[in-house]
Structure formats: structure tokens, C-alpha cells
């Protein structure tokens, strides 16, 4: 997608420098474009974990290039299997509830099986990872034209008015190649003319809707309203949103949808104001072992004080307050589930489908190792 008129992606190899890995560093934006040089395993792991890049298809892409990273500072001319299992289990440990990033991280670890000399593996390593970016933003491309169809219907069920469209957190092209999840039908729905507006979810506490979406959305063109994280059910009740689409981080094949804490409220509201709330999600994120319910999924716990802090631009530099009394306790939890029952469908690469494992094998039945559906 575009920044100042620029085609800019979220993860790329170092033009003049293969062992490096280049990121947007999130952790600016929208106040500073800063890109950032990761030369190890360890940058990788960092960068994941303290969220300088972030969202469910890009930590698994930087999961990829981390595993690649790792084989390209390996010590000697020949790599042990030891060793890419350590790296896999370290990557993996960055951060617990995106499913993509094991994904792409096994994938490696698979690819890279039987393979001894570095050379073969740092050939085998990068194309892997470049295989797993090539792919998710194919997956997010092909998700905004299944998902365009349905903002094409709301437009034309409003006679070509206003399609004002909620979404929560980040699932733009930010946190995935390009494109996005939730914003990939938006883009594409706003370039073919068709009249939307956003309502873009703050999503405290690290506001990467005020922060991130916002900023993408506008780069581009795209009408939207940044609102308070409670507004939405507000909005809903006076007829003022046409549809939720979300991102998500993992999903399960009953149609359950883990996303940024705060995804289920709004689930809520929709569902009882008969607004329709999507999820858009490429198939890494669907992970095929969850149980109905998708309960087991590991809900990522961070740092109280980023629910204790605010970040923003005072006098043209970024800085922190401190919102709360001294001594007072903060809690923060990442992700938070939505129930199959809540979502109207969900879009995929390979379609839309209703939340149900009968509607989701049908797009994806080499998964279906179950003959009862
Ligand atoms: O904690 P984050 O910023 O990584 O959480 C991101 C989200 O919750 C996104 O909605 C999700 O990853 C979907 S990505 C297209």
C-alpha cells in the first residue's frame, strides 16, 4: 500500500544486503516512518515480542524470515537439527495467541529437515519464507474480492449511499504483507468508487486503531472516524454502522474468532442490533486443532503498564503519561474469543463461508480428516 505516495510492504529482505531483514517499526507510527535493520534471531524475537512489527500475518512471516535469520548467523558450514528446533521453540515463544507465527515457523522447520550444509539451508530458508509472504499477500489480496461483494451489496441495498463499515485493532496492511485482512475489502471497495466510511475502534491500550488503521486508511484516501473503544454500541443502535469485519489471530474451524481484546463487545452489540460481523482471515490463521469454543487458545497477558500508560506527540516528540493513581493495579489482556453463534461469516482466500465447521471444510476440505462432516 501506499505511504506518501510510495509503495510500501511491511517486511522485505535488504536490497543490497541479504542477511538483513527490513521492517516498518511500527511502534512510531503515525507520528514517525521509521524502517528498522534486524540482523539476528534474537532482533527477530524482540521485534515480535515488543511489538514493532505486529498482527497475526506478519508475525508469521517475520516468524519465516527469523528462522532464516538464524540459519544465516549459524555458526560453521554445517547446522545441527538442534539448533532449528531451539530457534523454532524461541520464535515461537514471542508472543503466544497468533497461530500464523508457529505456522510459518513449523513450515521452516520442515522445509529445512534433512538439509545439513548452510548453504543448502540458507537457500531453502529464504525461499521458504519468501514462499509464505509471496502467498499471504496473495490470500489478502483474494480476501478483499470475496469481501468487496458484500460491501457491493450493502451499497447497492443503499442505493449507492454511505457504507459505513466498523472495525477494531489493526487488520490492515500493517499487520500483514499488504493489503490487510478486515481492510482488504475496504481498499478495494473504495478503489472501485464505491461511497464507505470507517469507523476505526481506538482499541486501548495500545490504540493500534487510533495509531495504525487510522494512518493506513487515510494514506489512502479512505474516509474514517476514529471513536472511543465504547461507541460502537452506540452507533449500532442508531442504525449508523452496515457491518463489523474484523482480523483475527486464531480462529477455529467451528468458526470461533480469538481477535484483540475487545472483539467480542462489538460482536455482541452487532449481534443484537442485527448488524452483520465478519471476520476476515487468511486459512494460517485458522488453527485446525482448536475444540468448539476454541478455548484452549493461549490469550497473550502483557505488561499492566500498558493499560498504566499513554503514549503521543507533545511539542513534536513522542512521549508517555501516566494515567493512574501510584499503586494502582492494571490488568491486560491481549485477545479475547467470539463465539461462532456471533459471527455472520467469514472471509477467507478461498471464499466466503458461514460459521460452521460444515461451511469452512467446504472451502477447505483437504483439512477435514473427519468424514462425519
Ligand atoms: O496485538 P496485535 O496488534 O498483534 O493484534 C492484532 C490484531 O488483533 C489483529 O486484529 C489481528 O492480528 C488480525 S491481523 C490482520
Excluded at 497461530?99 to 522447520?109: G, I
Excluded at 476476515?280 to 488453527?287: H, K, Q, V
Excluded at 463465539?339 to 467446504?362: H, Q, W, Y
Amino acid at each position: 500500500m501506499k505511504v506518501k505516495g510510495n509503495h510500501f510492504e511491511t517486511i522485505w529482505i535488504h536490497p543490497h544486503n541479504q542477511a538483513v531483514v527490513q521492517i516498518i517499526d511500527q511502534r512510531y507510527l503515525p507520528f514517525e516512518f521509521r524502517i528498522e535493520d534486524l540482523n539476528t534471531l534474537e532482533d527477530m524475537y524482540t521485534a515480535i515480542r515488543d511489538m514493532h512489527l505486529r498482527g497475526a500475518p506478519l508475525i508469521g512471516a517475520a516468524g519465516a524470515l527469523g528462522m532464516y535469520l538464524a540459519v544465516v548467523n549459524a555458526n560453521g558450514e554445517r547446522i545441527e537439527e538442534r539448533q532449528i528446533t531451539d530457534a523454532a521453540a524461541y520464535l515461537k515463544s514471542s508472543r503466544p495467541t497468533a497461530v500464523n507465527l508457529a505456522w510459518a515457523v513449523d513450515r521452516q522447520v520442515n522445509a529445512l529437515q534433512g538439509l545439513t550444509t548452510k548453504e543448502e539451508m540458507m537457500e531453502t530458508a529464504l525461499s521458504t519464507a519468501i514462499a509464505v509472504i509471496d502467498e499471504e499477500r496473495m490470500n489478502c489480496l483474494k480476501i478483499g474480492q470475496h469481501g468487496v461483494k458484500l460491501i457491493e451489496q450493502l451499497s447497492r441495498a443503499k442505493n449507492g449511499a454511505t457504507v459505513n463499515i466498523l472495525t477494531h485493532c489493526n487488520a490492515g496492511w500493517l499487520a500483514c504483507i499488504d493489503y490487510g485482512t478486515a481492510t482488504a475489502p475496504i481498499y478495494l471497495a473504495h478503489d472501485q468508487g464505491l461511497k464507505i466510511h470507517v469507523w476505526v475502534d481506538e482499541t486501548r491500550p495500545r490504540n493500534q486503531g487510533a495509531r495504525l488503521t487510522a494512518w493506513e486508511l487515510q494514506q489512502h484516501g479512505v474516509p474514517c472516524t476514529v471513536i472511543a473503544d465504547n461507541t460502537g454500541g452506540h452507533l449500532m443502535q442508531q442504525g449508523m454502522v452496515d457491518m463489523v469485519i474484523v482480523g483475527s489471530d486464531r480462529a477455529s474451524a467451528y468458526g470461533d474468532v480469538v481477535n484483540k481484546i475487545g472483539t467480542y463487545l462489538k460482536a455482541l452489540a452487532a449481534h443484537d442490533n442485527q448488524v452483520p460481523f465478519y471476520a476476515a482471515l487468511p486459512s494460517s490463521t485458522i488453527d485446525w486443532s482448536l475444540g468448539q469454543g476454541a478455548r484452549e487458545t493461549p490469550i497473550e497477558e502483557r505488561d499492566g503498564n500498558e493499560v498504566r500508560f499513554m503514549e503521543g506527540l507533545a511539542n513534536g516528540r513522542i512521549c508517555e503519561v501516566d494515567i493512574l493513581a501510584p499503586g494502582t493495579r492494571a490488568v491486560n489482556f491481549g485477545f479475547d474469543i467470539t463465539p461462532a453463534r456471533l459471527v455472520t461469516g467469514i472471509i477467507t482466500e478461498r471464499g466466503i463461508s458461514n460459521a460452521n465447521k460444515k461451511s469452512i471444510f467446504t472451502l477447505f476440505p483437504e483439512k477435514n480428516l473427519n468424514p462425519e462432516y
